[in-house]
């Protein structure tokens, strides 16, 4: 059974930094593509940043430049540090393993929140204050 487990959230003043982390368990697959999708206040479900096996990266245009995402093979764990934060980043963060190579990372930050494949964790609150 695939388990994520998030934490490193947090409450923040606007301009600071978080990392978060999501560990995952029982996942086998070396096809993939990991990613940390988020949900605010009032908003629909929206895709942050996204990594597949060979390390291709892909961001939101809302947090490139500012977010960072990657993985630890050796202690299944999929970060994401986030820098230089503003109050419209406040949200619960999550994050998703999808298998197979059909996944890569534009495709999965594309997904509408009525869309949920693979294996999701419960999530992480992020609040940045003004």
């Known amino acids: 059974q695939v388990q994520l487990v998030e934490s490193g959230g947090g409450s923040v003043q606007a301009g600071g930094s978080l990392r978060l982390s999501c560990v995952v368990s029982g996942h086998t697959y070396s096809t993939y593509c990991m990613a940390w999708f988020r949900q605010g206040p009032g908003k629909e479900r929206e895709g942050v940043a996204a990594i597949d096996n060979g390390g291709t990266t892909d961001y939101a245009d809302s947090v490139r430049g500012r977010f960072t995402i990657s993985e630890d093979d050796a202690s299944n764990t999929l970060y994401l540090q986030m820098n230089s934060l503003k109050p419209e980043d406040t949200a619960m963060y999550y994050c998703?393993?999808?298998?197979?190579?059909?996944?890569?990372?534009?495709?999965?930050?594309?997904?509408?929140?009525?869309?949920?494949?693979?294996?999701w964790g419960q999530g992480t609150q992020v609040t940045v204050s003004s």
């Open positions: 998703a393993v999808l298998d197979g190579g059909s996944w890569f990372p534009g495709a999965v930050l594309a997904l509408r929140p009525f869309q949920n494949p693979g294996y």
